[in-house]
Nanobody, 125 residues
Framework: QVQLVESGGGLVQAGGSLRLHCAAS????????MGWFRQAPGKEREFVAA????????YYSDSVKGRLTISRDNAKNTVYLQMNMLKPEDTAVYYCASSSADSGILTRPNAYNLWGQGTQVTVSS
């Protein structure tokens, strides 16, 4: 059974950095695009970043562009989200997910068919 497990969340001050990990256990996921989403209390889940299976193309929401970087190591079945210059509004539960969909719709939650359990990121002001 394939699972996605996120780690690396925590409490950080504004302006600080965190690096989230998403490890895929079980059958390899290297054929799949991967994405990061986040959900703050009382808000809908929103797209953060995505990366194609080969790692050559990446996509970001406007709110994180230039501060967050998605990458992957297919040999380790792991996807990363490097988070720099964090802001209080980045506070949310962060989820990774995998998708077999075309890259044109990777910003949509319904393009993903496997999700992790989430990791909390809290940015204090």
């Amino acid at each position: 059974q394939v699972q996605l497990v996120e780690s690396g969340g925590g409490l950080v001050q504004a302006g600080g950095s965190l690096r989230l990990h998403c490890a895929a256990s079980g059958r390899t996921r290297i054929r799949y695009a991967m994405g990061w989403f986040r959900q703050a209390p009382g808000k809908e889940r929103e797209f953060v970043a995505a990366i194609t299976p080969d790692g050559f193309s990446t996509y970001y929401s406007d709110s994180v562009k230039g501060r967050l970087t998605i990458s992957r190591d297919n040999a380790k079945n792991t996807v990363y989200l490097q988070m720099n210059m964090l802001k209080p509004e980045d506070t949310a539960v962060y989820y990774c997910a995998s998708s077999s969909a075309d890259s044109g719709i990777l910003t949509r939650p319904n393009a993903y068919n496997l999700w992790g359990q989430g990791t909390q990121v809290t940015v204090s002001s």
